[in-house]
């Protein structure tokens, strides 16, 4: 009886190790099939990227066999790092990528985000009227952003010379314009303007695309060898992301809570956030068309643009591709936002 108990024992045991040992095997087997990839964003956490949250969050990465880690702003170009393979992705504005690829850099637009431009001027004097009224006043501008391209762009094609401003480069504190330091601030129009509309100021913004700047704002970029050499890796970040934007589309709610998670406790603002959220969803699927393809007029209207205002000085060719994300629409097995 007592043989007979530890047989028994001993069958149950090599039946877990052999159970435990198949687990492993596929465990390891899985992660050997995942790719690590890398995200360089534009700026720190918040709902601005809510679809690449989403997509590792939902697991719309990982299913296509993509290990994802997010990198947030710091002062490094995007374009060059991507470019020499310290990041495989990035997020950046539409004028910065040919300005990148002006320079020689190889990396390419791969999808869009914002299909029209987000940045803004924005103050609270109410005498300024509009742009024209910025002659003589003191800007705020954050150097080194698409932001500051487009606000050079836009000067521009008003006929502003900018001797006829005060320019003063400084970070993104919306108290410079509380404390009178400068007259009109840039930025975001989802973004920084609404912090000070939630603290109960009257705003009076400018959007550059009112003033013939109707470019792209954010586009994700990644570099010509990821694109020749892993075309595979390219299109199941681009199919992620977008997932991840189409579920933030129809799951707003979830979406917030699931940003919590990467925005910083202390400075997590819910109303802030959610408001951010709802005016970036209108720019995504701009004028009810599928989120990520690219036009080209609108490139070539861009290249106008920074070559009449001397930030580059010819065209570029070679620059963005819908083939990743064209893929991804013709491969849809449901419905999303815009696609029925």
């Known amino acids: 009886m007592i043989k007979k108990k530890n047989i028994f024992t001993v069958a149950i045991i090599l039946f877990l190790f052999v159970l435990l040992s198949i687990t492993l095997i596929v465990i390891n087997s899985k992660d050997k099939n995942m790719q690590n990839v890398s995200v360089k964003l534009k700026w720190y956490h918040q709902a601005q990227f809510s679809g690449i949250y989403n997509?590792?969050?939902k697991g719309f990465y990982e299913k296509r066999g993509l290990n994802l880690t997010i990198y947030e702003y710091n002062e490094d170009d995007i374009a060059e790092s991507i470019?020499?393979?310290?990041y495989d992705f990035g997020i950046v504005g539409a004028d910065e990528l040919i300005v990148a690829r002006s320079k020689g850099l190889k990396v390419k637009a791969i999808a869009v985000i914002y299909k029209t431009n987000p940045s803004c001027a924005y103050t609270l004097n109410k005498d300024i009227k509009n742009p024209q009224y910025f002659k003589n006043k003191t800007i705020g501008i954050m150097k080194g952003t698409n932001i500051e391209n487009s606000f050079y762009l836009m000067i521009d094609n008003i006929g502003i010379n900018r001797s006829e401003i005060k320019e003063v480069y400084i970070n993104s504190d919306t108290e410079w314009l509380e404390n009178n330091s400068i007259d009109v601030f840039t930025g975001y129009n989802i973004n920084e303007p609404n912090i000070l509309i939630e603290k109960g100021?009257?705003?009076?913004?400018?959007?550059f695309s009112d003033y013939g700047i109707?470019?792209?704002g954010d586009v994700i970029i990644t570099s010509d060898e990821n694109i020749i050499n892993r075309p595979d890796v390219v299109f199941s970040f681009v199919s992620g992301t977008i997932d991840g934007w189409n579920y933030a589309?129809?799951?707003k709610?979830?979406?917030l809570k699931i940003l919590k998670k990467y925005v910083p406790i202390e400075i997590?603002?819910?109303?802030?956030?959610?408001l951010m959220l709802e005016e970036a969803i209108p720019l995504i699927f701009y004028h009810d068309t599928p989120?990520?393809?690219?036009n080209l007029d609108k490139w070539e209207h861009t290249q106008e643009l920074l070559i009449k205002s001397d930030i580059i000085k010819e065209k570029v060719d070679d620059y963005f591709t819908n083939e990743f994300i064209e893929k991804y629409y013709e491969t849809k097995t449901y419905e999303t936002p815009y696609t029925k």
């Open 55 to 57: 997509g590792l969050e």
């Open 83 to 86: 470019s020499n393979g310290t």
């Open 201 to 207: 100021y009257y705003v009076k913004k400018f959007l």
């Open 214 to 216: 109707d470019i792209y």
């Open 249 to 251: 589309y129809t799951n």
């Open 253 to 255: 709610e979830e979406t």
């Open 268 to 274: 997590y603002d819910f109303n802030h956030q959610k």
């Open 291 to 294: 989120a990520g393809i690219m």
